[in-house]
């Protein structure tokens, strides 16, 4: 299993531009999570989905959004790029049963800045 | 809303010295897990914690649960230059629908020193 991959790895953007960053998992986890994690800061949960069709917001959804047309897909959509959303960008998933909830396994992030 | 709260921030220590981490929620969590970051890396798992008072041992690391489920601690005996990297604790908050949410602290850096 390749676990959770994320791409690009790195993307330097300008103010107003638009842009997807991608989230694959393929161990059939039906929760997926996009966090964001400032300098020295905690991660913050912007989005998250418990299947296919479904998603919700977190903490910090503004200037995102997501869709989750697959369970082994979840992009994170930025619009109208701000300086404020330069970040690193983690994106996550976790198998549920029974509401039985184990460990999150975690991308290797992406780094993107915005100026 | 709910925050966890870790301290300290930063932990400098010589190779050899014991570390310790501390986290607080401000509700009552159902569980709390602890993840490790290596610097330029992704979170890791490490451990999660269910029961009340509940201490867990790895190696060089113990985990402890408070008994009010609203606190926990990770210590290190005898860092070693490997245990470098930042310490998170994350927290689920009991009751209702959290759909697997968990509230991150901020994070302890942990340098240690040759």
């Known amino acids: 299993n390749a676990g959770v991959t994320q791409t690009p790895k790195f993307r330097i953007l300008k103010i107003g531009q638009s842009m997807t960053l991608q989230c694959t998992q393929d161990m059939n986890h039906n929760y997926m999570y996009w966090y964001r994690q400032d300098p020295g800061m905690g991660l913050k949960l912007i989005y998250y989905s418990v299947g296919a069709g479904i998603t919700d917001k977190g903490e910090v959804p503004n200037g995102y959004n997501v869709s989750r047309s697959t369970t082994e897909d979840f992009p994170l959509r930025l619009e109208l790029a701000a300086p404020s959303q330069t970040s690193v960008y983690f994106c996550?998933?976790?198998?549920?049963?029974?509401?039985?909830?184990?460990?999150?396994?975690f991308g290797p992030g992406t780094r993107l800045t915005v100026l | 809303g709910q925050q966890v709260m870790q301290i300290p921030q930063y932990q400098h220590v010589q190779e050899g010295e014991d570390f310790t981490t501390y986290c607080n929620s401000s509700t009552t969590l159902s569980n709390i897990q602890w993840y490790k970051q290596r610097p330029g890396g992704h979170p890791v798992f490490l451990i999660q914690?269910?029961?009340?008072?509940e201490v867990k041992k790895q190696k060089r690391l113990t985990f402890q649960f408070g008994e009010a489920k609203k606190n926990s601690s990770l210590h290190i005996t005898a860092t070693q230059t490997t245990d470098v990297g930042t310490y998170f604790c994350?927290?689920?908050?009991?009751?209702?629908?959290?759909?697997?949410?968990?509230?991150f602290g901020q994070g302890t850096i942990l340098t240690v020193h040759p």
């Open positions: 996550a998933s976790i198998k549920v049963r029974d509401r039985i909830y184990n460990e999150q396994f």
């Open positions: 994350a927290g689920r908050v009991a009751g209702g629908t959290s759909y697997g949410k968990l509230t």
């Open positions: 914690l269910v029961k009340s008072g």
